[in-house]
């Protein structure tokens, strides 16, 4: 009889299992991965497996000696049933794009897909649809663009970028990544970019939710991973976003010139070439350079952390600056200046 | 019952269900995927709806994923996650009835 069991991180045995079975099945190991659990014979012999990483599943596999036993059904069951204990009952998963039959018997519907690659499904049927449905109330008349931001904090960078936008469309949706990653709260983030984009009447604030750069479409964004990686995830992720940008009405969306960031600079080459085939404008601006320094949220925090704060002070505009010289702020930046790493890898 | 926090109990195995609550404020929602919803699409919901009513659950968001539970299954899956949701599992489980 077959049985379920945890793969500890420590236990290096199962582990080179797990590996073995991936590979043998052609599924990419993800390098972070917070739980794992598989279906072991009665020799011990791994003969499923399945992973995950916040609220969403992956590394999904069964070997193909074992296909129609459901084994899947067990593994997902127990994923499922941690994912609940951990009080996620939005739950996200990848699989192989011929695979996604399986999961929708198992009650996943589909998001987005990259043809002949993945597809990114969740437990929800009306999940997604919800989500446009809410922001379609937002459509705007006329030339809509898009930014998506971390603002991480916001800069006069960002303020540049947003005044440019705006100023060249009709309207300007500005998704702010809603993921908690990092020392600034999103409550903090978001309050900063609201008061920095006050006074333009054009602009459209989000909270970028489960379906922009979050650690369901775009893990590989928060914590370091291979560029294969990073490709596949940010492909997936304009995926999900040429049918938000459809909803709303989107046509173009726009993007700071990277250079010191290696997730974000393959994130832009990645939209450079997906967006126009969906047809969306991409239109990468050059970033807003002061006394010949160039402006950026890395920078900012770099400074802060090596306590610098003026060296941060000329990149932020009067709102962000404010909330830095407070006295609110000095558990944050204490926290940046712990921070082993401030720029964003 | 008024359901806290998300619970799910059941697993997608054959002959079996798996039932996930969840809170909501204005009624029972209630999604149902089954492998012979063609068959007992109907027979399922009124037997989830039923037991949610015994139960006296008002509101919450239910999804079910049958693989071919038989009713009596449904039925105690449905309990058991509502007892689980609203921390009734712990002890005294109130089989078949509901928590007053």
């Not at chain 1, 971390?150 to 936008?165: D, I, K, M, S």
């Not at chain 2, 509101?59 to 689980?84: H, P, Q, S, Y």
Request: glycine share 6%; charged share 25%.
């Amino acid at each position: 009889m077959a049985s379920l069991g945890t793969i500890f991180p420590r236990d290096a045995r199962t582990q080179a299992q797990m590996d073995a079975l991936l590979r043998a099945e052609g599924i990419r190991r993800d390098k972070n991965l917070d739980y794992s659990c598989g279906v072991f014979d009665e020799d011990g012999a791994l003969i499923a497996a399945g992973s995950s990483f916040k609220n969403t599943l992956r590394c999904l596999a069964v070997s193909s000696e074992h296909r129609g036993e459901g084994l899947m059904n067990q593994v997902v069951s127990h994923l499922l049933e941690r994912q609940t204990e951990q009080g996620n009952s939005h739950v996200f998963l990848y699989t192989k794009a011929k695979n996604d039959r399986i999961f929708r018997d198992l009650g996943f519907y589909e998001i987005a897909r990259v043809e002949g690659e993945l597809v990114f499904m969740e437990n929800r049927r009306d999940g997604f649809a919800r989500y446009l449905k809410g922001l379609a109330a937002t459509r705007r008349e006329g030339k809509c663009a898009a930014i998506v931001m971390n603002a991480n904090p916001f800069t006069r960078g960002h303020r540049h970028l947003v005044e440019r936008a705006a100023a060249e469309n009709d309207a300007l949706h500005l998704f702010l990544l809603s993921e908690e990653a990092g020392p600034i709260p999103f409550a903090v983030r978001k309050r900063l970019v609201r008061e920095g984009v006050a006074d333009l009447p054009n602009v459209i604030l989000h909270d970028s939710g489960p379906y922009i750069i979050s650690s369901a479409t775009f893990p590989s964004y928060f914590l370091r991973d291979e560029d294969a990686a990073i490709l596949a995830h940010a492909k997936l992720d304009l995926c999900v976003f040429g049918k938000i940008a459809a909803a709303i009405g989107v046509t173009a969306r726009y993007a700071g010139e990277e250079k010191s960031s290696h997730v974000t600079a393959l994130y832009n080459e990645t939209m450079a070439a997906e967006l126009p085939r969906q047809g969306l404008e991409f239109r990468q601006i050059p970033r807003l350079a002061l006394d010949g320094e160039t402006v950026s949220a890395s920078a900012v925090r770099q400074a802060i952390h090596d306590g610098e704060l003026e060296k941060a002070a000329f990149m932020l505009p009067e709102s962000s600056l404010r909330y830095f010289t407070s006295a609110e702020a000095s558990g944050v930046i204490a926290a940046i200046r712990a921070m082993d790493e401030a720029k964003h890898y | 019952m008024e359901i806290k926090k998300p619970a799910i109990a059941g697993t997608l195995e054959s002959s079996d269900a798996q039932v996930a609550v969840e809170p909501a404020d204005s009624g029972i929602e209630l999604y149902l995927e089954s492998s012979v919803m063609n068959q007992y699409g109907r027979q399922i919901k009124a037997t989830v709806l039923e037991t949610l009513e015994r139960l006296g659950v008002e509101n919450a968001r239910v999804t079910v994923v049958d693989k071919g539970a038989l009713d009596c299954t449904i039925k105690a899956r449905v309990e058991c996650a509502v007892f689980r949701s609203c921390d009734a599992s712990a002890a005294n489980v109130p089989w078949g009835g509901a928590v007053r």
